[in-house]
């Protein structure tokens, strides 16, 4: 009797770990969806500017102490122009300085990392390959199904903007900066680097997942990745805990 209620609870406590685990995959992958779906719009606008821009996307290159991976680049002689997507609904609220912006969906309210300085990132990385004497100018792009309701920012070369603004904000810079021939050196010493790394997004994201206790919680970007041990074994947790729920194994 006591062997069958002891099955029963162990199994009952399997199964939710289980569910747990399946639906932090799913949310995941939604997530992952989103952002594509995202992506293949924002390639589709940028397609419509003139030969005077070469459009790089999807790039991988080494950044701080990681790879990192950005989702467009627009060179021109006007400037470079490194595109952030977040294929983000509802209210957007956040500043340049802050370190998590917020996104209310009805009744909903996240949270997610500062986007400004997720870019500012992605150029600290480009710089170290082409340099820094260019003009270059960070933009993030929100799905224009996102309200920018209170989103300030300060710098001069970083701009927050709705998908259908895209094509009119990189076209209002009309001074010419780059000559024709550095263009091409700057397309060819990104491309050589993304070659030299000569990882896929897959490769990319498993390079992401080698984790350290000073890594940030990607679902709350608060605290920071402990690690645990539970009734089944070691695993990462959320150091904002029980506020966060995060694990991975």
Same mark, same amino acid.
């Given at each position: 009797m006591f062997k069958e209620i002891f099955e029963k609870v162990f199994m009952s406590e399997e199964i939710s770990q289980t569910v747990k685990e399946v639906s932090n995959i799913v949310k995941d992958t939604e997530i992952q969806v989103k952002g594509g779906f995202?992506?293949?719009?924002?390639?589709?606008?940028?397609?419509?500017?003139?030969?005077?821009?070469?459009?790089?996307?999807?790039?991988?290159?080494?950044?701080?102490?990681?790879?990192?991976?950005?989702?467009?680049?627009? +060179?021109?002689?006007?400037? $470079?122009?490194? %595109?952030?997507? /977040?294929? =983000?609904?509802?209210?957007?609220?956040?500043?340049?300085?802050?370190?998590?912006?917020?996104?209310?969906?009805?009744?909903a309210k996240n949270t997610f990392y500062n986007p400004v300085r997720q870019n500012y990132a992605h150029i600290k990385a480009i710089e170290n390959i082409i340099g820094d004497e260019y003009n270059i100018y960070s933009?993030?792009?929100?799905?224009?199904?996102?309200?920018?309701?209170?989103?300030?920012?300060?710098?001069?070369?970083?701009?927050?903007?709705?998908?259908?603004?895209?094509?009119?904000?990189?076209?209002?810079?009309?001074?010419?900066? +780059?000559?024709?021939?550095? $263009?091409?050196? %700057?397309?060819? /010493?990104? =491309?050589d680097c993304m070659k030299a790394i000569n990882q896929n997004t897959g490769e990319h994201v498993r390079n992401l997942k080698n984790i350290t206790e000073e890594d940030k919680c990607p679902r709350c970007q608060k605290g920071n990745l402990t690690k645990r041990k539970g009734q089944y074994g070691e695993f990462w947790g959320c150091s904002e805990f029980p506020k966060c729920k995060y694990t991975r194994k």
């Open positions: 995202g992506e293949l719009r924002l390639d589709f606008i940028l397609s419509k500017l003139d030969k005077d821009y070469i459009i790089i996307k999807d790039i991988i290159i080494p950044g701080s102490n990681k790879t990192t991976q950005i989702d467009s680049i627009a +060179i021109s002689v006007y400037g $470079i122009f490194v %595109i952030e997507c /977040k294929n =983000f609904s509802g209210y957007i609220y956040g500043n340049d300085k802050d370190k998590i912006w917020t996104q209310i969906v009805g009744k933009i993030i792009v929100f799905s224009d199904k996102a309200t920018l309701k209170n989103v300030t920012i300060n710098g001069n070369n970083v701009i927050v903007i709705n998908e259908s603004e895209i094509l009119s904000t990189i076209s209002k810079y009309k001074d010419m900066t +780059i000559n024709r021939e550095e $263009i091409k050196i %700057i397309r060819d /010493k990104i =491309f």
